[in-house]
């Protein structure tokens, strides 16, 4: 009698996520070439053939008020998922970030019996360290992309492996940046600013009007400058409208997706604070940092807050090796001051160039077989 495939429950809340999600993927079918997954993911996971039973854009919420005018809607979600997963007894439930969604999710979860995987650490080592409480209770174990937080969640008495980041893996580590310009259209001379405003409504409603503002700035005192901004699924028109409210002459060129292609391609970028600045180091590419939430929800992040740094390049290096532009600091004149102060100093270019390398290396793992381990020891398979 043929063995019955391995069957996962994934969850994955935003477009990071699907991107890990789907990264993982494909390191999973390596090691059970049958797998089946299901539970919610975006276009990346649906590629490797990930059946998502709910659209990714639903969960995907930005800051506390965007959640509490979302939160029924949310909880109805969460509900009709869990059913399914307690019905369809799937060997286990991978939830990819999203605490805020999945941790309710897996300690049902795993009250019911099954075994529950967190991917990705929450930054309690950052901010919000009451967290943990909520990861004892949800997660069997927790698969970790940064090297520290396994040592740090053990004593929370929280099982957890450090498995690299599958970017670090994906991300070569010498970007092709002749091969992006010329698939962009971008000529080798140009000096080229990629703007990653987020991949969220309302995080680019906040951010990308400064971008935009600021890359006007920037081309009245370089005209030849070339500005190019990724758009994520579905966003094109918000963007575009931004873009025609705030970028006035700048010319900037809007790309349907191609993120990596981006910054592989650019000079300096002007990048949201999260997984797109991880991105944006891994490619050794200068860089400006920025944020900007609603007031309330500043004050609350602001106030939890356990270290200087908010982007993950300066984290993970325990020093503003980069600028960072956070809520009020994230002013159009300032973005664009600091972003043409990389372009007039290559030995700073150079220097945090190899900073960038160091950390690519510290962070590439093999991920998807380490992973890959981690739950078959967790599953027992």
């Known amino acids: 009698m043929d063995a019955q495939p391995l069957r996962l429950g994934l969850?994955?809340?935003e477009a990071s996520g699907d991107l890990l999600g789907s990264?993982?993927?494909a390191g999973l079918r390596q090691r059970w070439p049958g797998l089946q997954a299901s539970g919610i993911?975006?276009?990346k996971m649906a590629a490797q053939g990930f059946d998502s039973g709910w659209p990714m854009e639903r969960l995907s919420v930005f800051g506390y008020v965007d959640a509490l005018k979302r939160l029924p809607e949310l909880l109805r979600i969460?509900?009709?998922?869990?059913d399914r997963l307690l019905d369809q007894r799937p060997?286990?439930?991978i939830g990819i970030d999203a605490p805020d969604f999945n941790f309710g999710l897996e300690t049902r979860l795993r009250a019911g019996g099954l075994k529950t995987i967190h991917f990705v650490c929450p930054s309690i080592w950052a901010w919000r360290g009451e967290r943990v409480k909520k990861l004892q209770a949800a997660a069997d174990h927790v698969l970790c992309l940064f090297p520290f937080e396994p040592a740090l969640l053990q004593q929370h008495g929280v099982a957890a492996t450090f498995v690299g980041h599958p970017l670090a893996?994906?991300?070569p580590l010498d970007p092709p940046r002749a091969a992006a310009r010329s698939a962009l259209g971008l000529a080798d001379g140009d000096t080229v600013v990629a703007l990653l405003p987020g991949s969220r409504r309302s995080e680019i409603s906040h951010i990308a009007p400064r971008l935009a503002a600021a890359a006007v700035l920037m081309r009245r005192q370089r005209p030849g400058l070339r500005f190019i901004l990724p758009v994520a699924p579905g966003l094109r028109g918000l963007v575009e409208t931004i873009v025609a409210q705030h970028g006035g002459d700048a010319s900037i060129t809007l790309l349907d997706g191609q993120s990596h292609a981006s910054l592989a391609a650019c000079d300096v970028t002007l990048v949201a604070s999260g997984t797109a600045a991880l991105e944006a180091a891994l490619f050794k590419r200068p860089m400006v940092i920025t944020y900007h939430l609603a007031a309330l929800n500043w004050w609350r992040m602001r106030r939890m807050a356990y270290q200087p740094w908010f982007g993950l390049p300066n984290i993970l290096s325990g020093a503003f090796v980069v600028p960072e532009l956070i809520q009020d600091a994230a002013t159009p004149e300032a973005l664009a001051r600091e972003g043409l102060a990389?372009?007039?100093?290559?030995?700073?270019c150079a220097a945090v160039q190899a900073r960038f390398t160091d950390l690519h290396h510290l962070l590439r793992q093999d991920t998807?077989?380490?992973a890959s381990d981690a739950i078959a020891q967790v599953i027992g398979a």
Do not use: C, F, M, S
Request: proline share 7%; glycine share 14%.
């Open 23 to 25: 990264l993982l993927l």
């Open 342 to 348: 990389w372009l007039d100093d290559a030995p700073r």
């Open 169 to 171: 893996d994906a991300i």
């Open 41 to 43: 993911g975006g276009p």
């Open 11 to 13: 969850v994955a809340g």
């Open 368 to 370: 998807a077989r380490k």
């Open 91 to 93: 060997a286990a439930v």
């Open 78 to 82: 969460r509900r009709h998922l869990g």
